[in-house]
């Protein structure tokens, strides 16, 4: 998919809303995009764990479901 400057897209899910990306999206630049931060949240890859410290290395692709589940204290 590409947008009118010709620049690659990609569609994924996230957290079950659709969300279209820049090719080569990694979950690090995912989660800064969603505003998140990166030491307070999970995320999950077509329901596999992915470490946080392969984050900034792991590039989302075209129909990837991704789950993004933020941690919460309180007591």
């Known amino acids: ?3 009118n400057t010709g620049l690659r ?9 659709q ?8 979950v ?3 989660i800064e995009t969603l505003d998140m931060r ?4 999970a ?3 077509n329901r596999e764990l992915i470490p946080r ?10 129909n990837d479901e991704v789950e993004v589940v933020t ?3 309180g007591g």
Do not use: F, W, Y
């Not at 410290?53 to 075209?62: G, I, N, R, S």
């Open 38 to 41: 990166p030491k307070l949240v």
């Open 19 to 26: 969300l279209d990306l820049p090719a080569g999206t990694t």
């Open 53 to 62: 410290a392969e984050h900034k290395d792991c590039v989302l692709h075209e």
């Open 1 to 3: 998919m590409c947008n």
């Open 43 to 45: 995320v999950e890859r």
């Open 9 to 17: 897209r990609v569609q994924i899910s996230v957290n079950g809303e």
């Open 71 to 73: 941690l919460v204290g």
């Open 28 to 30: 690090a630049r995912l």
